[in-house]
């Protein structure tokens, strides 16, 4: 009888450590879910980013006039634009 008890014990091990769905699996899903969470905790913070950013541009002109000058190329209606050309180097 203690024979058949050890000899199922042993079975049941096997599969716990060899199986396909043993602890070599509940590893590997253990280690996509703390890369998951690494990759939200990425998303979390840029999300938060940008959130101020819309608040940012959403009260205040000034956010918003410097976003279209540095996006867009905004000039104001009192500005000149000046475009500075670098000279190419006569030596090449």
Do not use: C
Not at 45 to 58: M, Q, S
Request: glycine share 6%; no cysteine.
């Amino acid at each position: 009888m203690l024979v058949i008890l050890g000899a199922i014990a042993l079975t049941l091990q096997g599969q716990l450590w060899f199986s396909d769905s043993g602890f070599a699996k509940t590893r590997s899903l253990r280690a996509a879910v703390a890369e998951q969470h690494a990759q939200n905790a990425e998303l979390r913070e840029r999300n938060e980013a940008l959130d101020a950013e819309v608040v940012n541009l959403k009260r205040s002109h000034e956010a918003a006039e410097e976003r279209a000058r540095t996006d867009l190329g905004m000039i104001g209606p009192d500005e000149t634009f000046y475009q500075v050309v670098p000279v190419a180097d006569a030596a090449h």
